[in-house]
């Protein structure tokens, strides 16, 4: 209970499928102390084409990186990967997530840096005075 400034996570949430997600994310408001911050660097989607366009970038640096190295069973289960982050069960968009964390208590949720697929998503839990 109330024992972290901080927890922070990266490219690990987006791979839970989203039952168990919530519930790990559900978890913060009581371990973090108030005033705490949660920062999570992650795939966070974003809706429409420029999801898709950000997928495209991502695949295609895979290809530029492994083919030249003969690594096609690296490629095969990279792009494999990214496809399973597509699916619904495991796909975060990123105005929902925001949503998300406002409902748990959480206060200036932001998304600070957005680099294609990637984003880093910065949430501080309100600190009990401002309850």
Do not use: C
Not at 31 to 40: H, S, Y
Not at 57 to 67: K, P, S
Not at 69 to 91: A, C, F, M, Q
């Amino acid at each position: 209970e109330s024992s972290f400034d901080i927890v922070a996570s990266v490219l690990t949430i987006h791979n839970f499928n989203s039952n168990y997600r919530n519930k790990v994310l559900n978890e913060l408001p009581r371990i973090l102390k108030p005033g705490g911050i949660f920062v999570n660097a992650d795939k966070y989607a974003l809706k429409g084409h420029a999801r898709y366009k950000a997928l495209a970038i991502e695949i295609e640096r895979y290809f530029n990186a492994f083919i030249p190295l003969g690594k096609y069973d690296l490629l095969k289960e990279w792009v494999l990967h990214h496809i399973s982050d597509n699916t619904p069960e495991r796909l975060m968009y990123e105005a929902s997530s925001i949503k998300q964390f406002k409902s748990l208590s959480f206060k200036e949720v932001e998304i600070v840096y957005r680099g294609n697929m990637v984003a880093v998503l910065v949430a501080k839990k309100v600190p009990a005075s401002d309850k």
